[in-house]
């Protein structure tokens, strides 16, 4: 019996090794790329969103910025940036499988193409949650130094949002150095997104008169 399950735990560890090579073959790394990216930055508007949402309307709990942003993330991580993201992925894999042994008029069972469709989702989805929590989790970091004082102060918000636009700009150079074009101009574009959001939310709080702490 330890012997089965130690057997068990290397293949696993097998598979997980060879998921990278598997992805290369058939191309899904930029695919993975592109999920990290859109949900990186879906993620950090939306936090931006949270804390300064949270920072108009006078709230100065940092459980409260911690709640909000860690429950938002955790659940499109993991219910739409892992487990919707591995269910379509796999799905398209498997299409792709069957039509290509429909053409080949031969199964394909055992193969490193059905290795590869079962596997590579999990390599696609894993990224996906990735960008989808550690960016915006990470954004928080201010907040979170607050929390043994029990008050987020104003300096910890706009900390925060400061982490937020340079994730931005981050992002935009790093898309700039994977197209080729110019990366700070990249990164500067992504930035300027995030300040425009940032700036829309701020001009709605003297608009409508909101508090702040």
């Not at 998921?19 to 990216?37: E, H």
């Not at 409260?64 to 219910?79: D, I, N, Q, R």
């Not at 290795?115 to 928080?140: D, E, N």
């Not at 979170?144 to 150079?173: K, T």
């Amino acid at each position: 019996m330890p012997e089965m399950f130690l057997e068990k735990v290397r293949a696993v560890l097998r598979n997980l090794r060879d998921i990278p090579r598997l992805a290369s073959i058939v191309g899904a790394k930029s695919i993975a790329r592109r999920m990290f990216v859109t949900n990186a930055f879906d993620g950090l508007l939306s936090t931006l969103g949270i804390v300064l949402g949270l920072y108009m309307a006078g709230v100065s709990s940092p459980q409260s910025y911690l709640g909000a942003v860690l429950g938002g993330t955790g659940v499109m991580g993991v219910f739409s940036g892992f487990i919707a993201t591995y269910l379509s992925e796999r799905a398209e894999r498997l299409r792709e499988l069957h039509e290509t042994e429909k053409v080949m008029v031969h199964s394909l069972h055992g193969s490193i193409y059905e290795r590869a469709a079962k596997l590579v989702p999990l390599y696609v989805a894993s990224w996906s949650a990735f960008g989808a929590i550690v960016l915006p989790a990470a954004s928080i970091t201010p907040i979170v130094l607050c929390v043994p004082r029990g008050v987020v102060y104003p300096a910890a918000v706009y900390a925060s949002v400061g982490l937020i636009l340079l994730f931005m700009f981050v992002i935009g150079f790093y898309l700039g150095a994977i197209s080729g074009e110019n990366r700070l101009a990249s990164g500067v574009r992504f930035l300027a997104i995030g300040a425009s959001a940032a700036v829309f939310m701020l001009v709605a709080k003297f608009l409508l008169g909101l508090g702040g702490f």
